[in-house]
């Protein structure tokens, strides 16, 4: 990473200073259930345009005319949402930073989803850094030309498409007291859009409505934060509001099929020096010898969930559907973060925004550090300098 920007940032860090941070971050909204890291990332320019062209190769393929068939068989029934779009708002590409064969860091794609990231809060958490510490002003942390008016703009663009911001909504279940509500009220405070529950929606014949003030509101355009895998067991939260699964007049951004299209299914059909080897596993009759190389990951599964890292073949043969799990081979992260105590490893998440009528847009980023086995709370829950921040990028 950038080692003058590194040791800039270092020299100034406190606890102190860390606590004052993290109390500004969350003035004004609730505490932040998740761990805000106490540094953001300093990406060199040389790093920055070889994810650039990850992210690339990947849209390549999403952009192709035969990749809704390609995908077909990603969405499962029981979840299927009629009226899909033809491509999904949102596209976010995970890369841990690793070493290539000439020993220079290289992004290897671990993650993708077409579905909402931090939209809202990633911008929020960059000027809080830059509030309280001395960033240099050659560094940004948007891509592609974007800054934050721009941004907010294209943002507005692709969650209201052509409606009043009354009558657009963010969904998800218990919406308020997700981990991630912080950048539902911040996307709120952006745009003007309701932050809503599902059961705070209601049908009538094949409209939607939400009560504000004893007034029915008409609710247009879901902005979907709702992941299916998260009610597999209970789909009576629809009986109170309303089932995606049935014909209703609204707009999804982005339609819930994206979720499943754009996601480890998609993963064994790229092939890039910047995508690790990746296979269904129906689609291969024996296994690598090597197993102990590879990571065995459910397809239908959200942060983590299911992943199995030390794989062995008695792990195999107890899987009773093998087109719902793949084989990844491992990626081995870089300890390219310089804390107080050592390195740590890193992630970097390209955020793109994906207007209707318009091409995909790179606009932002967000980085997550780790001491762990893998990326994540569960695995990083005794360690400091871990956790969610931002990458500033050289430009």
Known sequence: M???????????FTEEKYNVFLADLENG??????????????????????LIKAGEEIIDLIKRPGFKELTRKATPKLWE??????????????????????????????EMQGFPSLYGFQMHLAETFKKHYQISENLNYFLNGFDEKKYIALLKKVI??????????LMDI?????????????T???????VLS???????????????????????RIYNRLIFDEIENDELLFENSFDPREQVEVEWVTHPNWFYRISKFTMPFLKSKFVPETYILNRHTEAPKDLENYVLKPLFSFAGMGVIIDVKQSDLDEITHPENWI???????????????????AEIRLMYLWADGEEPQLCINLARLSKGKMIGVRYNADFDWVGGTIGFMEQ
């Open 327 to 345: 084989l990844q081979k491992k990626v081995v992260y870089e300890p390219a973060v310089q804390a107080p105590d050592g390195g740590v490893k």
């Open 174 to 186: 218990d919406a308020k007291n997700q981990k991630t509500a912080i950048d539902f009220l911040v």
């Open 2 to 12: 950038i080692s003058e920007e590194r040791q800039k940032f270092n020299n100034q």
């Open 160 to 169: 209201l498409g052509t409606h009043e911001a009354k009558h657009v909504a």
């Open 81 to 110: 949402v009629p009226n899909e779009n033809d491509h999904p708002h949102f596209l976010t590409f995970d890369f841990g930073i690793c070493k290539d064969e000439h020993g220079e860091l290289t992004p290897m794609l671990i």
């Open 29 to 50: 909204y609730p505490k932040i259930p998740f761990r805000v890291a106490e540094t953001p990332i300093f990406i060199p320019k040389v790093l920055t345009e070889k």
């Open 188 to 194: 709120q405070k952006q745009l003007g859009i309701k």
């Open 198 to 220: 599902v059961d705070e929606i209601h049908r009538k014949d094949n409209k939607l409505f939400y009560t504000e003030n004893g007034k029915e509101i008409q609710l247009k």
